[in-house]
């Protein structure tokens, strides 16, 4: 389902998604003793790992969907690599490097869409321990005015009925998210550390960052438009001038742990 919905919107994700902040890198580096390897799971288009790329020397950025890897953030210290779910445990943790080989893994706005019961096992595999460390975090509401939020809030309320199971998880802020690793200081299981990001954004960017929503392409296969031309009049409205330049507050949610010994 995942493979399938984000390689229909690769090219359009790629342009509407926000890069994460450098400050978070330094803070995930900070956990580990050693930087030599780190691997960010379900990369889609590199936005963590290049980021990751800063603080680690050799990043393995993998996606199940090879479309998303043909729009991915080139990167000398990244290698991006096409992961089929046909591939093995195994062969999966040779790809990475073996058993006790890797410093952090990241999954950024992803790890909702995992098989959880596969993910946790090989992670628990791969990291190093001790000194190994596993990040996960999701992007929830976004805030701009009262005004546009009401109406941000309406669009995702008109998505209820097509949300899957891994929507809902980002949705509750991770707070319901399945997360058995040790706490690092940073959020644990049923309590994530909040944080915010922010992105410039102009009105035509809010329309990209709406239509790359999986929801809007549940419902579109199903024959509902959640952006109908009378809900996109109610934005602009809002927004005020065409080229206006807004910032927009991405409510983003993070946990970090190591492997319970």
């Given at each position: 389902?995942?493979?399938?919905?984000?390689?229909?919107?690769?090219?359009?994700?790629s342009?509407?998604?926000?890069?994460?902040?450098?400050?978070?890198?330094?803070?995930?580096?900070a956990?580990?003793?050693?930087?030599?390897?780190?691997?960010?799971?379900?990369?889609?288009?590199?936005?963590?790992?290049?980021?990751?790329?800063?603080?680690?020397?050799?990043?393995?950025?993998?996606?199940?969907?090879?479309?998303?890897?043909?729009?991915?953030?080139?990167?000398?210290?990244?290698?991006?690599?096409?992961?089929?779910?046909?591939?093995?445990?195994?062969?999966?943790?040779?790809?990475?490097?073996?058993?006790?080989?890797?410093?952090?893994?990241?999954?950024?706005?992803?790890?909702?869409?995992?098989?959880?019961?596969?993910?946790?096992?090989?992670?628990?595999?791969?990291?190093?321990?001790?000194?190994?460390?596993?990040?996960?975090?999701?992007?929830?509401?976004?805030?701009?005015?009262?005004?546009?939020?009401?109406?941000?809030?309406?669009?995702?309320?008109?998505?209820?009925?097509?949300?899957?199971?891994?929507?809902?998880?980002?949705?509750?802020?991770?707070?319901?998210?399945?997360?058995?690793?040790?706490?690092?200081?940073?959020?644990?299981?049923?309590?994530?550390?909040?944080?915010?990001?922010?992105?410039?954004?102009?009105?035509q960017?809010l329309?990209?960052?709406?239509?790359?929503?999986?929801?809007?392409?549940?419902?579109?296969?199903?024959?509902?438009?959640?952006?109908?031309?009378e809900?996109?009049?109610e934005?602009?409205?809002?927004?005020?001038?065409?080229?206006?330049?807004?910032?927009?507050?991405?409510?983003?949610?993070?946990?970090?742990?190591?492997?319970?010994?």
């Open positions: 389902m995942a493979d399938h919905l984000f390689n229909k919107q690769a090219a359009i994700y342009e509407a998604r926000p890069r994460y902040p450098s400050e978070w890198f330094s803070m995930l580096a956990l580990t003793p050693q930087h030599s390897v780190a691997w960010d799971v379900g990369t889609g288009n590199g936005q963590a790992a290049v980021g990751v790329a800063e603080q680690y020397k050799k990043v393995i950025a993998t996606d199940i969907s090879d479309e998303q890897l043909k729009h991915a953030i080139p990167h000398p210290q990244v290698q991006y690599v096409h992961t089929p779910l046909a591939m093995s445990d195994d062969e999966l943790v040779s790809l990475i490097g073996g058993e006790d080989s890797v410093d952090l893994i990241t999954a950024a706005t992803a790890v909702q869409w995992f098989d959880l019961d596969r993910f946790y096992p090989i992670v628990k595999r791969v990291l190093r321990k001790p000194g190994g460390i596993i990040a996960v975090w999701c992007y929830g509401s976004m805030e701009f005015s009262p005004e546009i939020d009401g109406i941000l809030r309406r669009f995702f309320e008109l998505g209820i009925p097509f949300q899957s199971q891994s929507f809902k998880i980002a949705l509750q802020c991770y707070k319901t998210l399945p997360f058995p690793f040790e706490s690092v200081g940073v959020g644990c299981e049923g309590q994530p550390l909040e944080l915010d990001m922010r992105k410039e954004m102009s009105f960017g329309l990209k960052f709406l239509r790359s929503l999986p929801v809007v392409h549940i419902a579109k296969e199903q024959g509902v438009d959640l952006l109908p031309e809900l996109l009049k934005f602009e409205r809002a927004w005020g001038e065409p080229e206006m330049v807004r910032t927009a507050i991405y409510k983003t949610y993070l946990l970090a742990g190591k492997v319970k010994l």
